[in-house]
């Protein structure tokens, strides 16, 4: 074969394997997103079942932050060492397990325990596939970063909506137990692609630190890791605000019936998929810096009107417009993580992100006690804005 075809052909090999590690990749971050949603919407079948407080619910949601939080870092240091790819499906099958044990608990203290392994897996995994979907970014040179968590926002979507639409056919022991079956499937049949290729290697990772970056410049480089980081920490307690208090917000303090408070879950989580499916194309309209300042003013605004709307349509608008507005924040700070520093970046961005999550289910518990949930869920606005300064301040920084 001559030399031109010789390359040609490597160069499609090489397009098609690039290709199934994006399906692949996309299809665990939808997943998990499938999966963690089925949780979250009965949340307020668990609290009943286990006569929880709103203070002491938070405390027992703590449990999936802090599994998460304790594990991203390990999840890096097994990333490098034995891949990002293999770890990605072994914590995919740790995921669909462990979401079938918190129905089966009847106290608090026991839900916090279950919610400690459901987090650790959660946790592991979000470092794992975010590691291999930085990876195949810089192989193909195109800020589609986005796309991937948008995957992770239709999965949340889909497993929102079904799960509201089972709320009162299904008890939660036997519609958790059928996510698990179905994130078992989901496993066996996208695993194989990411178990039979190795990430590509970029040729920025090929010199430098261990992870690619200068060592004259390592201090640097942390540094803006954990701006990036605090992005993500903003970002995060937003989303999980929504996750954890959004369902209860709707019934509680509007009167609002089960599947209609499912609902403002599947709304904020379209209005991220939407947002994150336009992602690459804003990115490279804007830059990263502008997506992020962009979007933390819309979340500011949106989240004003989803916390204090006195009608259920107004909140469930503003809970879209927060989507929106969040939706390109959390995956923009951890590529840059990743391009910076590799699996470490990520690990720690994604560590800082989820300290979002750690501090978010307590502090709006205790807020919701103290104030009210409303008032409690107008601290997601506060710290959209947060970002949106972080991001202003540190401009110049961030694009060196």
């Given at each position: 074969m001559p030399p031109i075809n010789k390359t040609l052909a490597r160069s499609a090999a090489q397009g098609d394997t690039l290709t199934r590690l994006r399906v692949a990749i996309t299809t665990f971050f939808a997943l998990d997103g499938?999966?963690?949603?089925?949780?979250?919407?009965?949340?307020?079948?668990?609290?009943?079942?286990?006569?929880?407080?709103?203070?002491?619910?938070?405390?027992?949601?703590?449990?999936?932050?802090?599994?998460?939080?304790?594990?991203?870092?390990?999840?890096?240091?097994?990333?490098?060492?034995?891949?990002?790819?293999?770890?990605?499906?072994?914590?995919?099958?740790?995921?669909?397990?462990?979401?079938?044990?918190?129905?089966?608990?009847?106290?608090?203290?026991?839900?916090?325990?279950?919610?400690?392994?459901?987090?650790?897996?959660?946790?592991?995994?979000?470092?794992?596939?975010?590691?291999?979907?930085?990876?195949?970014?810089?192989?193909?040179?195109?800020p589609i970063m986005p796309s991937f968590h948008a995957?992770?926002?239709?999965?949340?979507?889909?497993?929102?909506?079904?799960?509201?639409?089972?709320?009162?056919?299904?008890?939660?022991?036997?519609?958790?137990?059928?996510?698990?079956?179905?994130?078992?499937?989901?496993?066996?049949?996208?695993?194989?692609?990411?178990?039979?290729?190795?990430?590509?290697?970029?040729?920025?990772?090929?010199?430098?630190?261990?992870?690619?970056?200068?060592?004259?410049?390592?201090?640097?480089?942390?540094?803006?890791?954990?701006?990036?980081?605090?992005?993500?920490?903003?970002?995060?307690?937003?989303?999980?605000?929504?996750?954890?208090?959004?369902?209860?917000?709707?019934?509680?303090?509007?009167?609002?019936?089960?599947?209609l408070a499912a609902a403002g879950y599947s709304c904020f989580a379209l209005a991220m998929t939407v947002g994150r499916l336009t992602g690459t194309t804003l990115l490279e309209r804007l830059g990263h810096t502008r997506t992020v300042v962009a979007g933390g003013t819309v979340a500011t605004a949106g989240m004003l009107l989803g916390s204090l709307a006195p009608s259920v349509w107004a909140a469930l608008l503003g809970f879209a417009v927060t989507g929106l507005g969040l939706a390109n924040l959390f995956p923009v700070a951890v590529e840059r993580a990743g391009m910076l520093a590799g699996p470490s970046g990520v690990a720690t961005a994604s560590t800082l992100g989820y300290g979002g999550m750690l501090l978010g289910p307590p502090a709006i518990g205790f807020m919701a006690d103290w104030f009210s949930l409303p008032t409690a869920l107008t601290s997601v606005a506060v710290l959209a804005a947060v970002a949106v300064l972080i991001g202003v301040t540190t401009r110049r920084a961030a694009a060196g």
């Open positions: 499938f999966v963690f949603a089925g949780w979250v919407v009965r949340i307020p079948a668990i609290k009943h079942q286990t006569n929880a407080s709103a203070s002491s619910l938070g405390l027992a949601l703590l449990g999936v932050s802090v599994g998460a939080v304790v594990t991203m870092t390990l999840t890096g240091r097994l990333c490098r060492r034995f891949g990002a790819h293999p770890v990605t499906v072994v914590c995919a099958v740790l995921l669909s397990l462990s979401v079938a044990l918190p129905p089966l608990t009847h106290s608090v203290l026991a839900l916090g325990a279950v919610l400690l392994v459901f987090g650790a897996a959660y946790g592991g995994i979000n470092v794992a596939f975010n590691s291999a979907a930085v990876d195949l970014v810089s192989a193909l040179r195109r995957a992770f926002s239709m999965g949340g979507m889909i497993g929102a909506g079904l799960g509201g639409l089972v709320a009162g056919a299904l008890s939660p022991t036997e519609h958790l137990l059928g996510l698990t079956v179905v994130g078992l499937l989901v496993t066996a049949v996208a695993g194989p692609t990411l178990l039979r290729h190795e990430p590509p290697r970029p040729a920025e990772h090929a010199h430098g630190t261990p992870d690619g970056t200068p060592r004259r410049r390592a201090g640097r480089t942390r540094g803006l890791v954990v701006v990036f980081g605090l992005i993500a920490l903003c970002t995060a307690y937003g989303e999980g605000a929504m996750a954890d208090w959004g369902a209860l917000h709707l019934e509680q303090d509007l009167d609002t019936a089960p599947g």
